[in-house]
């Protein structure tokens, strides 16, 4: 069966460090991966985009990887700050033209002061 | 700019109600999508629709219809709630199909009683 599976664990860290969470994915071939962020009684904010041709995309603090061949993606937040605790989301797309997004169940980040 | 806006943002509804729930977008993008989330379960999508006039089934379509008859608004009905469907709806719109972001809402908080 189809599977994205992402830390059910909030991620506890310390400002300033930098926080990785993991996006795996099973019987999926994405033509790209997307990484949203969603606040308590919010709808998502999209975030990064990363191709299958890709390796690695950044924006600001934040940086995205994607390996097919280990069906995973590692998202990265340097030098985290209280504002960046939040829910994080990946979802994979491209299985059809339509932009249908298959979304993991997110992982939540504290960032500690 | 007001993006993607839904309507209402709270409702109660007795088992066997039928209720609308209205999503309208400003940004001229052909692609709408419901969803709806779960504690536990991410997102999923219920129906979506690739331009006015159209409209094509998601992951979790039983018990919900959709009509795009304008190009800004795409509605979701309910026609017998269940308490199943208690839930938060989110609409999303993209501007195409292939690897654009998606815009979402700030959801809908259904609850079924």
């Given at each position: 069966s189809q599977k994205i599976e992402q830390n059910s664990e909030a991620l506890n860290i310390q400002e300033g460090k930098t926080a990785t969470l993991t996006c795996n994915y099973t019987n999926y071939s994405p033509a790209y991966l997307q990484w949203y962020r969603q606040d308590p009684g919010r709808g998502p904010v999209f975030l990064l985009l990363i191709r299958e041709n890709e390796k690695e995309k950044r924006k600001e603090r934040l940086k995205v990887t994607f390996d097919t061949t280990l069906k995973q993606s590692l998202f990265h937040i340097t030098?985290?700050?209280?504002?960046?605790s939040a829910t994080y989301l990946c979802a994979l797309g491209g299985v059809d033209g339509n932009n249908r997004l298959a979304f993991g169940k997110g992982n939540q980040v504290v960032v500690i002061p | 700019n007001a993006g993607v806006t839904q309507t209402p943002k709270f409702r109660v509804l007795k088992t066997g109600q039928s209720m609308t729930l209205l999503c309208a977008q400003d940004m001229n993008h052909e692609y709408m999508y419901w969803y709806r989330q779960d504690p536990g379960m991410g997102l999923r999508l219920i129906h979506y629709s690739v331009g006015e006039g159209t409209t094509a089934k998601g992951e979790v379509p039983d018990g919900y219809n959709v009509s795009r008859?304008?190009?800004?608004n795409f509605l979701l009905g309910l026609e017998s709630a269940a308490p199943s469907q208690t839930s938060v709806y989110f609409c999303a719109s993209s501007p195409?199909?292939?690897?654009t972001e998606a815009f979402f809402g700030q959801g809908t908080r259904l609850t079924v009683v």
């Open positions: 030098a985290s700050q209280p504002a960046d | 008859l304008k190009k800004q195409t199909g292939e690897g």
